[in-house]
């Protein structure tokens, strides 16, 4: 019992690594916003066991000279 215990918890890590090496620890509904607005600042969450202590966000949105070669 304390083996299946084991592996889905290795299971559930190796699951988490995956998604923090491709980038899908945000859901889509918050990356749409995300490309919505071009931010492209910086995202940072601190978790502990399991729980989010502090997460917050440093502004850096395009510049004007990067808006007029998009349009």
Known sequence: MEHDSNNACQASFAEFRRKVRNSEL?????????QEVR?????????Q??????SGYEEGYFTRKDERRLT
């Open 26 to 34: 945000l859901g889509s509904d918050v990356t749409l916003l995300l």
């Open 39 to 47: 931010f492209s600042g910086r995202l940072s969450i601190v978790v």
């Open 49 to 54: 066991n399991g729980t989010i202590l502090k």
